[in-house]
T-cell receptor, first 113, second 114 residues
Framework: EDQVTQSPEALRLQEGESSSLNCSYT??????LFWYRQDPGKGPEFLFT???AGEEKEKERLKATLTKKESFLHITAPKPEDSATYLC??????????????FGAGTRLAVHP | ETGVTQSPTHLIKTRGQQVTLRCSSQ?????VSWYQQALGQGPQFIFQ???????GRGNFPPRFSGLQFPNYSSELNVNALELDDSALYLC?????????????FGPGTRLTVL
């Protein structure tokens, strides 16, 4: 069964203190691993898609990497505005060739000045 | 380019009632997926609509149903509401259902069942 596990559940950082969030996954044939950012009471905002082991993508202070079993979201010198819940998801296939996203529970990041 | 929009923003219902949530997909997107997100959890897939047909369904009972219209907007209907249906309901649209199609989410509808 396709599954996504994120750790830690919550992370508190001081402004400028770099760290990494982990996403472990089990899926039958990876066809995309996604990172989203979600602010309280809002919908998830797309950040990155990774397709193959060794792939990396960057956006401002965020960098996502992918191995065959997990993905990391590295946050370099975070600022308070980076505080949010970060969600990881994998694309899982439905019958008929269509697909859905399976999400982890997320990591709640709080960055304090 | 207009993003995904949802209405209403918030809704309060009582147990046993019925509710309809609405979603307008992003311009050029023909696929809409609905997710339920309980507090502190990740979104859970309800179902997906592609060109007005339901083409996939998650582990939700038949009292969760939907529609997609010719303009690709969509509705989620929930009958016989239960307390556990209280959640953030998210709609996501994508250009298609292929391997490279990214799902973009709307702001969600917060449903509270009393």
């Amino acid at each position: 069964e396709d599954q996504v596990t994120q750790s830690p559940e919550a992370l508190r950082l001081q402004e400028g203190e770099s760290s990494s969030l982990n996403c472990s996954y089990t899926v039958s044939g990876l066809r995309g691993l996604f990172w989203y950012r979600q602010d309280p009471g809002k919908g998830p905002e797309f950040l990155f898609t990774l397709y193959s082991a060794g792939e990396e993508k960057e956006k401002e202070r965020l960098k996502a990497t992918l191995t065959k079993k997990e993905s990391f979201l590295h946050i370099t010198a975070p600022k308070p505005e980076d505080s949010a819940t970060y969600l990881c998801a994998v694309r899982s296939f439905l019958s008929g060739g269509y697909n859905k996203l399976i999400f982890g529970a997320g990591t709640r990041l709080a960055v304090h000045p | 380019e207009t993003g995904v929009t949802q209405s209403p923003t918030h809704l309060i219902k009582t147990r046993g009632q019925q509710v309809t949530l609405r979603c307008s997909s992003q311009s050029g997107h023909n696929t809409v997926s609905w997710y339920q997100q309980a507090l502190g959890q990740g979104p859970q897939f309800i179902f997906q609509y592609y060109r007005e047909e339901e083409n996939g369904r998650g582990n939700f009972p038949p009292r969760f149903s939907g529609l997609q219209f010719p303009n690709y907007s969509s509705e989620l209907n929930v009958n016989a509401l239960e307390l556990d249906d209280s959640a953030l309901y998210l709609c996501a649209s994508s250009p298609g259902t292929g391997n490279t199609d990214t799902q973009y989410f709307g702001p969600g509808t917060r449903l509270t069942v009393l």
